[in-house]
Structures are given as structure tokens and as C-alpha cells.
């Protein structure tokens, strides 16, 4: 086999392969690390690796609830030189986060100093603020010296870390987690302490417990920032067994009576990751704009706690009707998103519903009891193992000193010592029988050896040597419940749960942050308030120029009159209205636009470019403005002589940018759109001749191109109108007087067809108005 030429020589360490193997596995690497090592946390102890190495680089430091505090600096610095390589900004907002109450339900970080507010304000630069360990912290950690945990070498190899907190409650639910991997996310919202716990003995009691009879313990969220949930709880029990859901979560509000029969609502919580002062901006535009218009103002009188203020604009307003509004154009009310994927065992993500969060984390408490029970058992049999040398040394007391004494190398000489039969005969004389044994020689162990040449003079007192008896007797009796509990699952469990029970004592109603703050209340549906109801119906002449500037007058005004407009500008629209009507805007690129008449400027100056209220392109112009009619019908067409009818219903745009109606293209403008009156359609091409056709061969249609009105062969449609036959066609001359043509046979055809020339004395701009 000879190599291929075109084929480049590899150098010493490189290696060829598929561009597309070696991006997908590198992408796939980095997608994992994502997953394992920034954005979920563990369902065993809740946490990512950025808040472990926080924690634990704090207990380093000694930052003890009790004791004193140190400069975040510091604390993120070593977990960043120790721990955790990355900036040390991220690794702050990490550990600045761990200790706002408004974020975390049980926060782990007790802040000294500014660390942000619920406004939305940073915390502080990290030399201006110090921190220590809360006790809810402590308690995660506690174990940590006992091999409670795995520990792993950290990313230099230098240092070790653990892999998992211990974990004394189920942070993962108590506090919740947010995160964005590669292709999948996380969102899991805070919970009562006490409540989990609730749940956890149940589940311990009976394994086989259904999700549904956990919800009985767990009802809900709870949120730091209070709230009221009023989610139904089909949709809770729904979301917690498929670990996938939401809930809708609202601001807490009361009424406040004022004098004189007034009142105001005051807002005492807000839902939970909702910035104050952005929902007070938002609040304040909806007024500005006036889409709230039974609000009259807002103001906040926060100090530690939320307290925002709402104006009523009368006294006649229902509260709830207000709220209600505002709930649905603000983020008084919010949903909030469940998404329970976590790593299960610290490496596989999973979408886990309760009962499985939960079972993860009995799982790991009942690893944790395990080993630090071994841990403990090799520590005892350590101890007793010295406390065999000890006691030996003290019934053996002459030769022991004699042996040390006198003897070149005392600790070779007391290991080789058989001390069996002098012990049995020194246990003879003091009546002393020990349960210990030594080894099948007789002979001392180095540990315990070393223990006998350590041992101080004053040790030898008789006093001493009865302490030992009785250290000893503890430890064997401890020793005999660990191998006891080692044995017996139901003896593990039933530690478990009494750990569990003195953590909920902990975090109990005793404790700040142990009452449940957000209630769950069954919130029905609010029914749909006409904005014309909200607005108080007043008159209004509205008016637009052809540049599109727009206004409304106060009062029905003459509209002969001479209105004021800008250089260079002229009058195209004017029109009499309520301040309850809302006004349809027909442009030529076939859109229709909707304005409330409640919203439009005042009547002072020139008003305001309509291109600021809605998004209508430069390009396009103002071909109709008309009051909306409810229930009325629109008769639309194109310069090209297409069209069709619309219900006025279905023209309604609920956003800025309107609602295409009028298809057109190609050169092609809307310029037709007229309520329908009557019972047959009349048009006029731009060649003079006019068509009466019935109303019933055009058909009624919500959008799209049209059917054909008239044919054509130069130019295009010019004017268009409905009528009913038996009243004839009527038109304005140049005189200004009505001219009427009662016998419209010769008019008459089917739809699309040329028609006839115009009447004698029919306008000669082809208009029939």
C-alpha cells in the first residue's frame, strides 16, 4: 500500500481525523461539562458547583455563624485560586445571591453590607462587603470531616473538594435553582423547609407513597417574596407529578379606607424575581397610555417592606375589577415555570417529579448516616484499641516502668513482651476481667504502644485507670448500636427521620424564615370588562391632516370650520366621536389599524404623528378613517378594480401593527374601504364607465386578494359605493346640487363586466361623492 501524495505528514503527537467526529465530540464535551459542572444542580444536595466551592472555601476560612465576618474579596478570591477558575465577578453575584433573602427562601450566606435590594439594585463592589456562614449552611456541611462525602481532587490537583454536600434538609426543593445548559434548562421554585421535611418522614414511613398524598405535606411554592398562588390544583398535582408545569403567582393586596368614602389599594408583596421599581415603570406607563384608565396613579411608600400605593380614579371603581386589570397588564401577576431536570446521582439530568426529588434525597441522607457510621466505628476501634494498651499498662504497671526504665529500646522490648499471662494473673489479683483481648501472641500493637510511652506520670493515678474502664464500657456499648444500625435498614431509617425532625424544629415557626409566606388560595377566573366601561363617555371631534398628524377635540365642534394644521399640511379626515369609540384606519398597503378615541392627543396644538402609535410604513398612506361600527360590515377594494366584503369584527387589531385585510402587490394600492348600505354595488373606472351589479355576488371574507368588480382594459377603478336600486344613484355636481338616476337599467350587469359610460352629468373626477 503506497501513501497518498496528496496526504500531509503528520507531526510527533498529531492526530487526523473527520472534521465533523472532531467537532462533535468536542461539542459534545463541552455540552456535558455544561450540564454537569455550571447549569443544574444535584438532587442531592441542591447545589451547583460554583455555590459548593462558595461554601466550603467559607468553611476553610472558618466563617462561622457565630464567628466574625471576612471581605467577599477574600472569600472569592480563595474560591477562585482554590476552587473554582473562573472570573471572580461570577463567583460574587454567585455568593451575593446565596445571601438575599429575597432571593433565596433559606439563604446560606449571612451579608454584611449592601448585597442588592428586590428593586433591582446591585450588591455592592465586593471590597465593600464582608460575609460569613448561616447555620442552615452549617448544617449542610456537617460531616464533611466524618467521610460523610466523596471528595475529588480540584482542577490544578492541589487541593480536594467534596463532590456533594451532606445535606441536613432538601435544599433543592427548599430553595429552588434556575439554569440554562446545552438543549435543556432547569427552573424549580423555593419551598417551605418544614413542609419537605413533612413530606421526607411520610415517604420514610411509607416508601410507596403516591405523589398525590405527598401534595397533602407540600402544597405548593413558597416563595420568599410572599405572594398568593392561585393556581387550581389539578395543575400543581399535575406539574409535581410530571416534574413539568406552572403557577400563577399574584401580588398580595388590601383595601385602605381613607376619609370622605375614599379608599386606595395598597400592595404588601410582590411575586417572586419581580424587580419593584421595573413593575412601578410599568404600572406608570399603563397610565401614561391610558390603558388602565380606572387607575389614576400609583406611588411607592416602600421602606424594608414593600408597600406600593394605588389611586382608584374614583371612588366608584370595584376593586377587584381594577386588580384584575392590572393583573393582566402587569407583572402583578405572573407564571411562574417548573421544570425539575436535575442531575439525579450528580451525573445523569433527569425531569424528576417530587416523590423522585425527594427519594434522591433520602437516598444520599441514608449514604451519609452509612458512612459516617463506618467512619465513627473505625474511629472507636482505634480508641479501644489504645485503650487495650492502656489498660494493659496499668495491670502490668512494674514492668511496664521497669521496661522503660531500664531497656535499650523500650518500645521494641514492650511489643515483644508476651503479656498474656501476666495480665491474667494482675486481672486475678485486682478482679479485673476485660471483654479486650490481645493479639494471638499476647504481644502490645505499635498504636498501642506509642499510646504507653506517651502516657504522662500523672496518667498512673488510680483514678485514670478507672476513666478508661469507663471510656471503655461507652464505646463498646456504641460500638454495639453502629454495627446494630449498620445491620438493620429499619434502624437507619428511623435515625434518618429523628435527624430530620431536629432539622425541622430548626426551621421552624421558632426560626425568621420558617412560616409559610405565600398563601395558595382558588382565584376564579375574572370576567372580561369592556375598556368602554372603564372610560367615561365624553364627545370628541377628531381630526387628521394628510400628513398624518392626529388629535382629538373636546366637544363635537363645527366641522366647517378652519383648523389648524402645520406648514404645508392640509385637512383629510374630520369627524365627530365618543372618547368610547375605537377609530379604524385603513392604509393603502391594505392594513387596518385600530385607536381607542380615550387614547388619541388632545385637541391642543397639532396633535401627534399617527406613525407613532402604530407601525405604519413610510411608504403606505391614510386611505380611510372610520368610527368602528359593532356588527356592521366593510366593503374594500384595490386600485386593480379587486375586492370583497368584511365584517367590521373581524378588522379589529389588537396590536400596533395592525391586521392585513387587503391583499396587494405588485404596484397595486388599497383604496376603497366603505360601510356596506343596501343591496347593490356601483363602480366607476378611471375610463368613465359605471357598473351596478347585486351586493350578493361579492363575497364576504376576512382577508385575501378579492374577486374581480369590474374589467378593464386601461386604468384602474376610481370610485365605488353601495346603494339600493329603488333609490336610485345619486351624486353631487359641480354646482354642488344633487343629481339622482332613478332608472339604472342601462347600469345594470354582472360583476366584472365593462358597464356603460356615466350618466349625463356625472362628476368629472369620477367620484360619486
Known amino acids: 500500500m503506497t501513501d497518498n501524495p496528496d496526504t500531509p505528514s503528520l507531526g510527533k503527537g498529531e492526530l487526523a481525523e473527520p472534521l465533523r467526529r472532531a467537532i462533535g465530540d468536542r461539542y459534545l464535551t463541552y455540552a456535558l461539562s455544561t450540564i454537569m459542572h455550571r447549569a443544574l444542580p444535584d438532587a442531592r444536595d441542591g447545589l451547583k458547583p460554583v455555590h459548593r466551592r462558595i461554601m466550603f472555601a467559607m468553611r476553610e476560612l472558618k466563617l462561622a455563624p457565630s464567628g466574625r465576618f471576612r471581605k467577599s474579596s477574600k472569600i472569592s478570591g480563595d474560591v477562585m485560586g482554590n476552587y473554582h477558575p473562573h472570573g471572580d ?14 432571593n433565596m427562601r433559606y439563604p446560606l450566606v449571612d451579608g454584611q453590607g449592601n448585597f442588592g435590594n428586590i428593586d433591582g439594585d446591585n450588591p455592592a463592589a465586593s471590597r465593600y462587603t464582608e460575609a460569613r456562614l448561616t447555620f442552615i449552611a452549617e448544617a449542610m456541611m456537617e460531616g464533611l470531616d466524618e467521610d460523610a462525602v466523596d471528595f475529588r481532587d480540584n482542577y490544578d490537583g492541589t487541593l480536594t473538594e467534596p463532590a456533594v454536600l451532606p445535606a441536613a434538609f432538601p435544599n433543592l426543593l427548599a430553595n429552588g435553582a434556575s439554569g440554562i445548559a446545552v438543549g435543556m434548562a432547569t427552573n424549580i421554585p423555593p419551598h417551605n423547609a418544614s413542609e419537605l421535611i413533612g413530606a421526607c418522614l411520610h415517604l420514610i414511613k411509607t416508601p410507596d407513597a403516591r405523589d398525590d398524598t405527598l401534595l397533602q405535606y407540600v402544597p405548593g411554592p413558597d416563595f420568599p417574596t410572599g405572594g398568593v398562588l392561585v393556581e387550581s390544583p389539578e395543575n400543581i398535582a399535575r406539574a409535581y407529578s410530571t416534574g413539568r408545569g406552572a403557577f400563577r403567582l399574584r401580588a398580595r393586596w388590601e383595601i385602605e379606607e381613607l376619609p370622605r368614602g375614599q379608599w386606595q389599594i395598597v400592595v404588601t408583596e410582590i411575586p417572586f424575581q419581580v424587580q419593584k421599581s421595573r413593575l412601578i415603570e410599568k404600572i406608570a406607563e399603563l397610565i401614561q397610555t391610558k390603558k388602565t384608565p380606572i387607575l389614576a396613579d400609583i406611588r411607592d411608600e416602600s421602606t424594608d417592606d414593600v408597600r406600593m400605593v394605588l389611586e382608584p380614579r374614583s371612588k366608584t371603581v370595584d376593586p377587584e375589577v381594577l386588580m384584575n386589570l392590572l393583573f393582566r397588564n402587569s407583572e402583578l401577576e405572573v407564571r411562574f415555570s417548573l421544570n425539575m431536570n436535575v442531575l439525579v446521582d450528580g451525573v445523569t439530568p433527569k425531569v ?51 521496661i522503660i526504665r531500664y531497656d535499650d529500646d523500650p518500645k521494641a522490648a514492650l511489643m515483644a513482651e508476651d503479656w498474656s499471662k501476666k495480665r491474667a494473673r494482675a486481672a486475678e489479683e485486682s478482679a479485673y476481667v476485660s471483654p479486650l483481648g490481645l493479639d494471638s501472641e499476647g504481644e502490645l500493637t505499635e498504636l498501642q504502644t506509642e499510646a504507653i510511652l506517651n502516657m504522662r506520670l500523672r496518667s498512673l493515678r488510680r483514678l485514670e485507670e478507672m476513666e478508661l474502664v469507663s471510656e471503655r464500657d461507652r464505646l463498646m456499648a456504641e460500638r454495639a448500636e453502629i454495627e446494630d444500625l449498620l445491620d438493620n435498614p429499619e434502624v437507619q431509617w428511623s435515625r434518618i427521620a429523628d435527624q430530620l425532625k431536629e432539622t425541622r424544629k430548626a426551621l421552624g415557626k421558632d426560626y425568621e424564615f420558617g412560616a409559610r409566606r405565600t398563601l395558595i388560595e382558588a382565584a376564579a377566573e375574572a370576567e372580561d370588562v369592556p375598556l368602554e366601561a372603564m372610560i367615561e363617555k365624553e364627545p370628541v371631534t377628531i381630526v387628521c391632516s394628510r400628513m398624518g398628524w392626529i388629535r382629538a377635540m373636546k366637544g363635537h365642534v363645527d366641522l366647517t370650520q378652519a383648523f389648524k394644521f402645520k406648514d404645508g399640511d392640509e385637512g383629510q379626515f374630520a369627524f365627530h366621536a365618543e372618547t368610547t369609540d375605537k377609530i379604524l384606519v385603513f392604509a393603502s398597503n391594505g392594513r387596518i389599524y385600530t385607536l381607542l378615541a380615550s387614547n388619541l392627543p388632545g385637541g391642543r396644538g397639532m396633535g401627534e404623528p399617527l406613525r407613532l402609535m402604530v407601525d405604519l410604513p413610510n411608504e403606505a398612506e391614510i386611505v380611510e378613517m372610520r368610527i368602528h361600527a359593532p356588527g356592521g360590515r366593510l366593503i374594500v377594494a384595490s386600485s386593480a378594480g379587486d375586492g370583497f366584503i368584511v365584517a367590521e369584527g373581524e378588522v379589529l387589531a389588537q396590536t400596533r401593527s395592525g391586521k392585513q385585510v387587503l391583499n396587494v402587490r405588485d404596484g397595486v394600492r388599497a383604496m376603497i374601504c366603505k360601510p356596506v348600505q343596501g343591496d347593490h354595488v356601483a363602480v366607476v373606472g378611471e375610463n368613465r364607465k359605471v357598473l351596478v351589479f347585486p351586493l350578493d355576488e361579492l363575497p364576504e371574507m376576512g382577508r385575501g386578494k378579492g374577486v374581480r368588480l369590474q374589467k378593464y382594459k386601461d386604468g384602474g377603478l376610481s370610485d365605488l359605493r ?39 352629468g356625472f362628476p368629472r373626477d369620477n367620484k360619486f361623492t
Open 352 to 402: 424528576c417529579s417530587l416523590k423522585e426529588v425527594l427519594r434522591a434525597f433520602l437516598d444520599h441522607r441514608q449514604e451519609v448516616l452509612l458512612r459516617r457510621s463506618r467512619h465513627r466505628l473505625g474511629k472507636i476501634d482505634r480508641r479501644l484499641e489504645i485503650l487495650e494498651g492502656l489498660i494493659t499498662a496499668f495491670l502490668n504497671l512494674d514492668r511496664v516502668i521497669d
Open 89 to 102: 465577578q461570577a463567583i460574587y453575584d454567585a455568593m451575593a445571591r446565596l445571601a438575599q433573602d429575597f
Open 722 to 760: 353601495t346603494l339600493t336600486l329603488v333609490d336610485g344613484l345619486s351624486w353631487h355636481d359641480p354646482a354642488g346640487r344633487t343629481r339622482t338616476e332613478a332608472d339604472l337599467s342601462e347600469w345594470l350587469g354582472k360583476r366584472a363586466t365593462a358597464g356603460r359610460m356615466a350618466p349625463r
